[in-house]
């Protein structure tokens, strides 16, 4: 089953705006992961954030954790064309399991 | 480094028909996984191998679905017989045991009529 749902399901956009995509989860986690997906490709991995970290950043990427709130946050600042493509959070349990539990995804369209 | 590969990308069978997908993953990653990944939705965790044990297996479905990998590499996941409802894209991924992180191959997308 899936672990949690993201918010908002689509998001459209001009190109140099920036784009907030939340995620919300149900259990207790090690860590928490952000993917991209182009369509039609496989998932590409972009940042972690750890359940002992509240913010990160990486590049054009910033992601907040709220571990009170189970939520997190990814923020693409100046967003280009290129980053059109479907965003994933997904989940690390903190038992030995290292399996990712995927939420429903964003669909993020940036118009040139 | 080359990444995970799948084969075939596309397949079209007829229900009840059997279909088999091929993993190669990352050379030196102990862990590999199979994702179910119907349209619109995130990916959903079929079976998980370290090394060529498996380590969950708890949400395939054992009576249509199988998977092994051999000599803890390269991974086949079959369907027999297919449902209608097992149209999606069939993702495989690896991971290094230290890295939490996961590579992703392009997927095979299976279409059941």
């Known amino acids: 089953s899936q672990q949690g749902e993201e918010d908002p399901q689509a998001l459209s956009i001009q190109e140099g705006e920036n784009a907030t995509m939340n995620c919300s989860y149900k259990t207790s986690i090690n860590n928490l992961q952000w993917y991209r997906q182009n369509s039609g490709r496989g998932l590409v991995h972009l940042i972690l954030?750890?359940?002992?970290?509240r913010e990160k950043h990486s590049g054009r990427l910033r992601v907040t954790l709220d571990t009170s709130k189970k939520s997190s946050s990814l923020l693409i600042t100046a967003s280009r064309a290129a980053d059109t493509a479907s965003y994933f959070c997904?989940?690390?349990?903190?038992?030995?399991?290292?399996?990712?539990?995927f939420g429903s995804g964003t669909r993020l369209q940036v118009q040139p | 480094e080359a990444g995970v590969a799948q084969s075939p990308r596309y397949k079209i069978i007829e229900k009840r028909q059997s279909v088999a997908f091929w993993c190669n993953p990352i050379s030196g990653h102990a862990t590999l996984y199979w994702y179910q990944q119907i349209l619109g939705q995130g990916p959903k965790l079929l079976i998980q191998?370290?090394?060529?044990?498996?380590?969950?297996d708890s949400q395939l479905p054992k009576d249509r679905f199988s998977a092994e990998r051999l000599k803890g590499v390269d991974s086949t996941l079959k369907i027999q017989p297919a449902k209608l409802e097992d149209s999606a894209v069939y993702l495989c991924a690896s991971s290094l045991a230290v890295h939490p992180w996961q590579f992703f191959g392009p997927g095979t997308r299976l279409t059941v009529l």
């Open positions: 954030i750890r359940s002992n970290e």
């Open positions: 997904a989940t690390g349990p903190d038992t030995g399991r290292r399996a990712l539990t």
């Open positions: 191998f370290q090394n060529n044990g498996v380590v969950d």
